[in-house]
């Protein structure tokens, strides 16, 4: 597509469920992040995927956060057991290469609010 | 965690006026980037600069570099509403070998309000 596009755009989920964010990058970009930005602050590097391999997962937060991407492009990013901690806005990025001097196309993220 | 601080936290200008903003950071870095975002959602980006580089422009946009120093600056020019956003300086710091992938530390920006 045109632009990297994430669903839902907002997510309001009750403290303890499961949750599914999807993203869906730019055609061709072998490259894809999520950060989560905080209220505030800026973004904060979750994960980081060479085409179907997570080459970088140090910003996890911890083992209920787990993120896939099967076939090399859409990729989904899912939180067990959320927490009201846990309420942030995630972004998905991509890139062309992956190595080297890379510019993000940021998605316009999904907002997670958990009550 | 964040890597930089941005100075100042918001700035107020009058249109036509021009706008500077400010990073530092605290580790080595093999580029530094600025990206710009409005109502808290997808950021875009605005320019990269890498180390070996002290100055770089693009149309109404100016980044200086100072590794001695770990900062850098963000000047918009003849400012516009339009400009009005929040504004982030990003380091890539590569990994261990030196190799940069795209992940990118943060600052916690700068909102700019330019007022018509």
């Known amino acids: 597509g045109a632009g990297v596009s994430q669903t839902p755009s907002n997510k309001v989920t009750e403290k303890g469920k499961y949750v599914e964010l999807r993203c869906d990058p730019i055609s061709g970009h072998t490259a894809l992040y999520w950060y989560r930005q905080s209220l505030g602050q800026g973004p904060e590097f979750l994960i980081y995927f060479q085409g179907t391999g997570a080459a970088d997962d140090s910003g996890l937060p911890n083992d209920r956060f787990f993120a896939v991407r099967p076939e090399g492009s859409v990729s989904t990013l899912k939180i067990q057991r959320t927490e009201r901690g846990d309420s942030a806005v995630y972004l998905c990025?991509?890139?062309?290469?992956?190595?080297?001097?890379?510019?993000?196309?940021f998605g316009a993220g999904s907002r997670l609010t958990v009550l | 965690s964040q890597q930089g601080e941005e100075d100042p936290q918001a700035l107020s200008i009058q249109e036509g006026e021009n706008a500077t903003m400010n990073c530092s950071y605290k580790?080595?870095?093999?580029?530094l980037q600025w990206y710009r975002q409005n109502s808290g959602r997808g950021l875009v980006h605005l320019i990269l600069i890498r180390s070996n580089e002290r100055e770089k422009h693009s149309g109404r946009l100016r980044v200086t570099l100072d590794t001695s120093k770990k900062s850098s600056s963000l000047l918009i020019t003849a400012s516009r509403a339009a400009d009005t956003a929040s504004y982030f300086c990003?380091?890539?710091?590569?990994?261990?070998?030196?190799?940069?992938?795209?992940?990118?530390?943060f600052g916690q920006g700068t909102i700019l309000t330019v007022h018509p």
């Open positions: 990025a991509s890139s062309l290469m992956g190595v080297g001097a890379n510019v993000l196309t």
């Open positions: 990003a380091t890539d710091g590569g990994n261990a070998g030196g190799t940069s992938y795209g992940k990118l530390t």
């Open positions: 580790t080595s870095i093999n580029n």
